[in-house]
């Protein structure tokens, strides 16, 4: 008869979860018993971390993952994290250690209070199971629920006496079970959304995250091209959903209502796939869409359409709804316009401009690199600047949690070991996940990390201008070393303050396959 731990295990290897992200306590030192040989254990030195890695990795490479954190502390420690992951519908598997049950009523020791409680509102579903019995029958449903479109992480509550005991006979057919779930739209959806199009004169296609996610970027690109209309990425896209390089492609929405409702001024019909309506950020007063303008709204996400202030929505799985709109829409006869926008020249300053950086960085990145994006007053000269061809070359934090890009590149990169991986983040972002560095070195994840080190929170200084709140006395982060600190870590560390040094201190990098961290000092962005 097989244990709770031994049949969990076997359902984790039967869905593709033989990676366990995880920094592990007292309360799940029993599940690590035994460790099988071909699971691997990733250790993340703070809980922060650990959710982070997991996201990444799960958003590159489609699959589901198994985070292991310690009881009440550990989850509190990993949830701005999972504000991230609850945002870009990562299927996380969050488990946490509970104290033994025969104690659990009495509150000892690292008992996780109403376990089912703290990670909510960020989860689809959050369980502890009522007996050890009960353990696989959760995981697996906890599997199936975070997979479901809209994914999302959920989380469950393990007591650590429950992995030794013997699992139920029938729980074995856990193992090989299936949950399918794809939703087209129907035929009389499908019809009017098409009806709308064709009869529509200038139409224009916002597109969000979840295009990427479901690997859906050339049906976007053949709808653009049928359609002959622009195509922008949804404000604060946390991945991009559409080549930024292509003629149609204007670039990324900004995030306040007027200012929204103007760049889509001249058109009669938008059509959002795969995004919020929309992920605004500063308040600005306005009309929610330009007048005259309709809007159809495809998403996989019931909370996504329910909440959304104007247009129709229609809820379907985004590759199939993309691949029915493809066949179903009438090809424009026009030519196809060029809707790209040239980014300005730079000259050379010292320290470079980050317009500059990205410029080099494009420059000397092979082809399908994937960036991870955490400089955040510089996100607009990024999307400019940078080439994110293929499906997957760009990854943000989903809810503005600081803290992602670190440990999402290392992530990222252990799933696309094909792909260079660079993170450029700024000199605040830098230190709230910064542990992730130990973990690339240890596990020899060959990431390079591009610290832009303008000594200021340059985001907040420009919210602070939006907001007229004038000057306030959290803006600096001078005097930090980061060469130290990578090094500190175990990851070999560069400085760079001239494209030519940037390009070097990359092609050294590179030649030695490890991690790299290269800090580069910077003015702020061109606003
Ligand atoms: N804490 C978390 C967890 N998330 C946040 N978004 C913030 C605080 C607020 N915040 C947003 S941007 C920012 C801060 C503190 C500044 C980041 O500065 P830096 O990384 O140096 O990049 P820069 O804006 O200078 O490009």
Known sequence: MNTVQQTTYDILRSNGMNIIFGNPGSNELPFLKNFPEDFTYVLGLQEATVLGIADGYSQASGKPALVNLHSAAGTGNAMGALANAWNSHSPLIVTAGQQHRAMVSVEPYLTNIDATLLPRP????????????????????????????????????????????????????????????????????????????????????????????????????????????????????????????????????????????????????????????FRYHQYEAGEYLPANAKLIHITCDINEASRAPAGDAWVADIKPALQQLVTAVEEKTTALPDFRNSPLQMGLTSPMRPETVFDTLNWAAPENSIFVNESTSTTAAMWERLTFAGQGSYYYAAAGGLGFAMPAGVGIQMARPDRQVFVVIGDGSSNYSIQALWTAAQYSVPVIFIVMKNGTYGALRWFASVLEVGDIPAFDVPDINFSKLAEGYGVQAFSAGTPNELEQAIASARRTGKPALIEVETWGALQ
């Not at 930024?244 to 796939?273: C, M, P, Y």
């Open 122 to 277: 960020l989860v689809k579903w959050s369980y502890e199971p009522s007996t050890a019995q009960e353990v696989p029958y959760s995981i697996s449903r906890a599997i199936h629920t975070a997979m479901s479109e809209a994914k999302g992480p959920v989380y469950v509550s393990i007591p650590y006496n429950d992995w030794a005991q013997e699992a139920e006979q029938q729980s074995q057919s856990l193992i090989s079970r299936k949950v399918t779930s794809r939703r087209a739209l129907d035929t009389d959806s499908l019809d009017s959304i098409a009806t709308a199009i064709s009869s529509a004169q200038n139409p224009v296609m916002v597109l969000g995250s979840d295009v990427d996610a479901d690997d859906a970027n050339d049906l976007a690109v053949q709808l653009a091209e049928k359609l002959k209309c622009p195509v922008w990425a949804a404000p604060s896209t946390p991945r991009c959903p559409f080549p930024n390089r292509h003629r149609s492609f204007k670039g990324l929405l900004t995030s306040g209502i007027n200012s929204i409702s103007e760049q889509l001024q001249a058109h009669d019909l938008i059509l959002v796939i795969g995004a919020p309506v």
